[in-house]
Each structure stands twice: as C-alpha cells, then as structure tokens.
C-alpha cells in the first residue's frame, strides 16, 4: 500500500494532469471543432473526451508505469491492483452546449477503494482534491458537507433529464411530500461537488459505471460525508458498481430507507 508521502506526491501531479486535461476541454470548445457523435449506448461523445482520456493514459504510463487506466473511453492494464479511474469530461451534454458544471474526474483505486481524488471544472476553474484521510479540498481551501440532519428541508439533486424523471416519478414524489427540495442538476461529478461543499445535501446515481462515482466516493468522504451502493453497502470501485447514494452522512439511512422502499432494481435513467 502506497504511504501518505506517496500520496501526496500523486495528489500533486494529478492536480497538474487535472489543470491540463482542463485545458484541453476549454481548446477543444473555442476551436468550434467538437467532433461530437453519439456512442453504442446513445450517449455523447467529443473528440476532447477521447483526446483527454488518451493524455491520462500516456502520462499515466510515463510517470506510474506499474499502475493501470480505467477510463470511460479506453483503458490501459485495467486488472493492475493500483488503477487510475478517469471519467475525461463528466457531462459531456454540458459541456457541448457551453454550460457549466463539465467536469475532468481522475480517482487513484487501490485495491478497490479510492485513495487519491481530483475534479475539476475549468469554466468555473473550480479543482476538488482529496487523499485518504487528509481532508477535502476546493482550490486549496477545506470544505465539508452540510449538518442538515432530516429530510425535511433536505436539497437533494438530481439529474433533470425528462427520461430520467419519469420512471422515478414514485420515488421523487414522497420524498417532496417528506419536504426534500428537489434539485435538478446535471453531472454527477458536479453533483459529488456540490454535496461535498454543502452547497446541497445528497444526491443518488443508479448508475453502473464507475469512472462516475470514484473520484466523488472519496471527495465526499473526506468532506466528512458517506457514499455507499443503492442497497447501503460499500463496493469496490475498480469494476462496475451498483449505483450510489452519496450524502452528508446525516441523512443517508432515511435516503436509504426510501430507495429500499421503491425498489433499488427500479431506480433507473443513466
């Protein structure tokens, strides 16, 4: 296992890889040449989405040739035990349409748990970081989740897009009639973001996709919040995962208690 000298010093160079991957999104949007086509599973796809993925495994392979690239577009040495988990453009719809809230999400996974973290969203120039056990970060400063204890009056974000709303229509309306303040916001690095600065309570991905959640698992919790699968379970984060529930800590068994109650199996639209 990696010490916390060695932390440190990937923490640094990640938080450089992170600047340049920034960058590179922000070069791509100004060029006018996106290069935007959609994937198997119909979503969005850019050219800065594959160059940037491509830059981490070649920088990866230059400075940490023993580790492995789990990335969103292509992988390198993905079954190495040391993986780096990268997610190049975190809401690419955002980012095609100039929004903020697109963001570069880089996570180092030891043994299947995130030990080094950084996002960052070079419009706002906001950089989130983490080491295990050191704290959260945004550019530099300490940030920690909300002490909001009930859902009553609790901001929960989720994702606004009308095809994932419809399905979890008999999810979000009882969690309203409980007092959650909905809040539609895309991205779920933006949203791990979000729920690690206070700026709202929880949010829960259904997701399968790691490169989603890494980065964010450890953020939050170095914020001092919790993130565990749909069923309150940890996982491991160098393979698919079971969605998530990502809080401030307080309010995760009642989120829990909800979802368990609609059906994890039913929480869809990613």
Known sequence: MLQKSDLDSRLAWAEQLAREAGKMMLEFAHSGTMGVRLKLDKTQVTDADEAINAMVITKVGEQFPEDGVLGEETSAHADRERLWVCDPIDGTDLYILGLTGAMFSLALVEDG??????????????????VKGGGAFENGRSIRVSGQASLDGARVAFSPTYKRILPNQPLYDPLVEAGVKLVPINGEAYRGSLTASSV????????????????VKLIVEEAGGRVTDLNGQDQRYDRKIYGAIVSNGHIHDQLLERIAKFGPENYTGY
């Open 200 to 215: 709202v309570d929880a949010h829960a991905f259904p997701g399968r996709s790691t490169h989603d959640v890494a980065a």
């Open 113 to 130: 748990q995130p030990v080094v973290a950084v996002m960052y969203e070079p419009l706002l120039d906001k950089l989130f970081t983490a």
